[in-house]
């Protein structure tokens, strides 16, 4: 995975707060390993296969905050606008009940470039009125940045209660192609025809499911919560 400048935007640590006991205890177990093994390589082992546990390790620890191709199954379509596809969770892990997942597409035609990511994500003029709040001006993705947003200007005027901005998610481009293939026959003949998931992004926005309260009564979603969501 490419770990460009935006990625440093994207790794938002609230997510830890959806996990379970017996997911942090198996994540901390991996961060040990990593550790030891990490000393030992520093230490100047001569022992080599510390290196391939080294990258063991990482891999492990990058895997299980990460949603793969056999997590596909548990997200299932919901909806989407022109820029976005929205998925519900439908499997068993506390981390993800109640969540929805928006999915950035791409056109399906060839000469629109699909899965090339917008590198300007705020004008030289959004750069200056929010010069203060750095995180937000330092995004190089426009879809990130408008997370940020949310998260930094929107939230601490509304107030938390009201607003949910959401945390991004890694995914793999093979947990990407399943959800479109999964998708695929249940979205609009005329969305299809014109677009699909974009395989090359490798993050996705993660929300509770506003549109369903916590006792399971189902309700309609503030038109700017549906707004924000699907654009």
């Not at 014109?194 to 549109?211: W, Y």
């Amino acid at each position: 995975m490419a770990m460009d400048d935006s990625h440093s935007s994207l790794f938002n640590l609230g997510i830890l707060d959806t996990l379970t006991q017996d997911e942090l205890h198996k994540i901390l177990d991996s961060y040990d390993a990593f550790c030891n093994a990490t000393q030992s390589l520093l230490g100047g082992a001569d022992d080599l296969s510390y290196g391939a546990q080294f990258v063991s390790h990482v891999h492990t620890l990058f895997m299980e905050l990460t949603l793969t191709e056999q997590d596909a199954a548990h997200w299932v379509y919901r909806g989407e606008g022109a820029a976005n596809i929205v998925v519900s969770y439908t499997g068993s892990s506390p981390s993800y009940i109640g969540k929805v997942m928006r999915i950035r597409k791409s056109p399906r035609k060839a000469s629109a470039l699909p899965g090339v990511r917008n590198t300007i994500a705020l004008s030289p003029h959004e750069r200056l009125i929010w010069k203060e709040v750095h995180e937000l001006i330092s995004s190089s993705d426009k879809e990130i940045a408008g997370q940020l947003y949310v998260d930094h200007v929107m939230k601490p005027l509304l107030g938390s209660k009201y607003v949910d901005a959401g945390s991004h998610i890694l995914v793999t481009k093979e947990f990407l192609m399943a959800v479109d293939k999964n998708v695929d026959s249940q979205r609009p003949a005329s969305r299809v025809d014109v677009s699909q998931v974009d395989k090359q992004c490798d993050f996705a926005l993660l929300m509770s499911d506003h549109s369903i309260f916590p006792q399971g009564i189902e309700t309609l979603a503030l038109l700017l919560t549906i707004s924000l969501f699907f654009i």
